[in-house]
C-alpha cells in the first residue's frame, strides 16, 4: 500500500486504536495498553482529537457520536469484537490467549459488545473532558 492511500496520521506499518476520550472504561483500555505492549505496537488517538476525528472521516464513520473502539491496520478498519480480538492477538501471553473468544460466532460477540459499549458512561462514567496522555506516554499518540 502506497503512503497515498494510507488514512491521514497514519505512517506504513502503524497499528491504531481510535477510543472514545471521555469513557471512564476507554481510558482504562488505553493505560492498560500501554502497560501490556511492551514492544509499544499501537498508536493511540480519541475520536475527539484532531486526529481521530480525521480518521473517522476518512473511513466514512460518524464524527460525533461514536460508540465503538477501532482499530486500523494500513488501510483496514475493524471495529467491535473484531477490533479487541485483534488487538489482544498481539498482546503477550496471558492475552492473547483470550482471542478464543474467536469461537463464539460474531453477532453473539457484536452482541455482548454493543451492549457493554452502549452503555458505557451509565455503568463506568465519563470525564468531562478528554484526559491528557502522561508526558511520558505522548509518544505513544497520533501527533499532526
Not at 43 to 49: C, D, F, I, K, W
Request: net charge positive; glycine share 6%.
Amino acid at each position: 500500500m502506497t503512503d497515498a492511500k494510507l488514512p491521514p496520521f497514519i505512517q506504513p506499518g502503524e497499528r491504531v486504536v481510535l477510543f472514545d476520550g471521555v469513557c471512564k472504561l476507554c481510558n482504562g483500555w488505553v493505560k492498560f495498553l500501554i502497560a501490556h505492549d511492551p514492544a509499544q505496537r499501537f498508536r493511540l488517538a480519541s475520536v475527539q482529537s484532531v486526529q481521530g476525528q480525521a480518521l473517522l472521516a476518512w473511513f466514512g464513520l460518524p464524527t460525533e457520536q461514536f460508540e465503538t473502539m477501532a482499530y486500523i491496520e494500513g488501510g483496514e478498519l475493524l471495529v467491535r469484537s473484531d477490533a479487541l480480538l485483534h488487538i489482544l492477538a498481539q498482546l503477550p501471553r496471558p492475552w492473547r490467549f483470550l482471542t478464543l473468544l474467536r469461537l463464539i460466532p460474531r453477532p453473539v460477540r457484536d452482541w455482548c459488545y454493543d451492549r457493554i459499549a452502549l452503555n458505557r458512561y451509565r455503568l463506568f462514567g465519563r470525564h468531562e473532558r478528554c484526559l491528557l496522555p502522561n508526558a511520558d506516554h505522548t509518544r505513544r499518540f497520533l501527533q499532526d
